[in-house]
């Protein structure tokens, strides 16, 4: 990673890779807090996940645009290959249902990210289906009938404190947010 991040590639862009820090949700990999300069100046920070040969990826990454539109003299913007979204949506869903032990999920974002995803995108029924099935059995997690949050009293106060703090213009409760997402899982987990 530092090598690649050290690559002068004529775009003026430099990169300091901050001390990784592996996954905790038993997927081999890495999170590397990155910062971007421009010169001297601060341009963006961000992270980079490198994940290891036990996740699964079930798509083909997607190609997405340039996140922000960069006007610069001699500079070519390109897209970006990312994790297909429906490994994604696999990977929030069964990290909301696993228990760690006794004790509950509290990925309150993953919900978050579950209701813009849902509403904003779309994704193909088959190859949602087979992406949970994929995660759930790497996991070792099993499907519920219905899914739901696996402690509400628990869930309530954390998904509204990660709503508050995301751009979301919807679901800023638990219950709306179980509105949008639940008949979506539902039909994944039952075939309709």
Do not use: C
Request: aromatic letters at 8%; a negative charge; glycine letters at 8%.
């Amino acid at each position: 990673m530092a090598r690649a991040a050290a690559l002068d590639i004529g775009d003026y862009f430099r990169f300091d890779i901050g001390p990784t820090r592996a996954h905790s949700d038993g997927a081999a990999g890495s999170r590397f807090p990155v910062t971007a300069y421009v010169g001297a100046t601060r341009w963006a920070q961000f992270h980079v996940d490198l994940v290891g040969s036990n996740l699964r990826m079930t798509g083909e990454p997607d190609e997405m645009p340039a996140l922000f539109r960069v006007m610069m003299p001699d500079i070519t913007q390109h897209g970006y290959r990312v994790y297909p979204l429906v490994d994604h949506v696999a990977d929030k869903v069964a990290a909301i249902i696993e228990r760690h032990g006794d004790r509950p999920s509290t990925r309150f974002k993953d919900l978050v990210d579950l209701v813009a995803i849902i509403t904003e995108a779309s994704v193909d029924a088959g190859l949602q289906r087979a992406a949970m099935h994929s995660e759930v059995e790497r996991r070792g997690v099993v499907p519920p009938d219905r899914f739901d949050v696996p402690d509400r009293a628990l869930w309530e106060m954390g998904y509204k404190r990660e709503a508050q703090r995301s751009l979301l213009p919807l679901a800023s409760t638990l219950d709306e947010a179980l509105g949008v997402v639940t008949p979506f899982i539902n039909a994944v987990f039952d075939g309709t």
